[in-house]
Nanobody
Framework: QVQLVESGGGFVQPGGSLTLSCAAS????????IGWFRQVPEKERVGVAC????????YYGDFVRGRFTISVDLVNSTVSLRMTNLEPEDTAVYYC?????????????????WGRGTQVTVSS
């Protein structure tokens, strides 16, 4: 059974940092892409970052501007999202997802499996 569990969210001041983790189980992480998305109330989920674990390729949303880094720990089946220089506009619920496909896609509708999300709040 495919399962994704996010952790690491919290409250941080502008300019601060957080590292989110996505623990994956029920499938072999090595072969598939994992995406991070975020969502604010009444808005659609937006792609934040994605990693293709088959070759390590990474992709980021335009708004990331070099502030976030996605990485994978295949031994522990965990995908992390290191977020630095956080801004109030980064406040959202962050989700990890997979469609058990090798390549990343920006379209959240393509992803079949989602975690429950972790809240990130950036405020002074």
């Amino acid at each position: 059974q495919v399962q994704l569990v996010e952790s690491g969210g919290g409250f941080v001041q502008p300019g601060g940092s957080l590292t989110l983790s996505c623990a994956a189980s029920g499938f072999t992480l090595d072969y598939y892409a994992i995406g991070w998305f975020r969502q604010v109330p009444e808005k659609e989920r937006v792609g934040v970052a994605c990693i293709e674990n088959s070759d390590g390729s990474t992709y980021y949303g335009d708004f990331v501007r070099g502030r976030f880094t996605i990485s994978v720990d295949l031994v522990n089946s965990t995908v992390s999202l290191r977020m630095t220089n956080l801004e109030p506009e980064d406040t959202a619920v962050y989700y990890c997802a997979t469609d058990l496909y090798r390549l990343c896609t920006r379209d959240s509708n393509e992803y079949d499996y989602w975690g429950r999300g972790t809240q990130v709040t950036v405020s002074s």
